[in-house]
């Protein structure tokens, strides 16, 4: 299902920005038993992302309340929304786009992440590399072409996941979930400051590590890093954290920092 500006249905103009030039932002949150999962912390992320992309969006009760009731009809689910800039005028210029657009679709939540969890996953090292931009950095806008590109990649081999570098070779993170990795009591995460997604989730599992006997570090690493670890975990708001159980030759049986993050973010709503 799909709401666009209030209306359920699935056209959207050709000349709106987001099909234009992907001039937009979006979030996805994780639907458990008809409630938006961490809803307010969505909504900051798109708050947050229109305000450092210059898009005028201020309709943010309307927004709260159609994510709530498409959630509401759906006991699991994934809820997507886009916010674009708009249609209006040619060219790069915005200033003519008085009207952002907001859209919000529904579908099942992939069912293969349960699997996950009990087996954890592989990683693979993606050969394609995210340029940096700290402009840009963190947001999780509608330029998605790097991410297509990964994961055609991934598709192409036996692993679950991909590790991503950036442009000089620093550990940023996965395709779809961001990457934390534990060494005795550090636990360890891509800085982001550069390239990369600062995912919903990855931000959750931060705030209640901040408050565990676990040190955590931000950390500007190349991909050796993962070579001393002793585990390693991947999280965003729909799985929301997985074991990675190898890397290349790389095992981790280890699963304790896993058994520590996952019953409290499966607590969310």
């Keep these: 299902m799909f709401l666009i500006n209030g209306l359920e249905q699935e056209a959207l103009p050709a000349s709106d920005r987001a099909t234009q030039f992907g001039d937009g932002c979006f979030t996805t949150a994780r639907i458990v038993d008809g409630d938006v999962c961490l809803l307010d912390a969505h909504i900051r992320r798109l708050q947050n992302a229109c305000q450092s992309l210059f898009i005028p969006y201020s309709e943010w009760g309307t927004l709260r309340g159609e994510m709530r009731l498409l959630a509401s009809e759906n006991d699991s689910g994934v809820l997507k929304v886009i916010i674009s800039r708009g249609s209006g005028g040619r060219g790069y210029s915005g200033a003519a786009c008085q009207h952002p657009t907001r859209i919000l679709s529904v ?96 931000q959750f599992c931060l705030q209640h590590l901040a408050h565990s006997d676990f040190r955590v570090v931000e950390v500007s690493a190349q991909e050796e890093a993962l070579h001393s670890a002793d585990e390693v975990i991947i999280c965003n708001a729909l799985m929301p954290v997985i074991p990675v159980r190898a890397y290349g030759e790389l095992d981790f049986p280890s699963r304790e920092l896993f058994q520590f993050l996952a019953p409290i973010c499966e607590q969310t709503r």
Aim: one cysteine or more.
């Design 107 to 202: 579908s099942a939540w992939p069912a293969h992440y349960a699997r996950w969890r009990d087996e954890g996953v592989t990683l693979t090292l993606s050969p394609i590399r995210l340029g940096r931009n700290p402009m840009l950095a963190g947001i999780k806008h509608l330029n998605r072409l790097e991410q297509v590109l990964i994961r055609t990649h991934l598709e192409q081999t036996d692993a679950d996941e991909a590790l991503v570098l950036d442009s000089e070779g620093f550990i940023t993170e996965c395709c779809a979930a961001n990457l934390l990795w534990r060494q005795g009591r550090e636990v360890f995460t891509p800085s982001l400051q550069q390239a990369g997604v600062k995912g919903i989730m990855r």
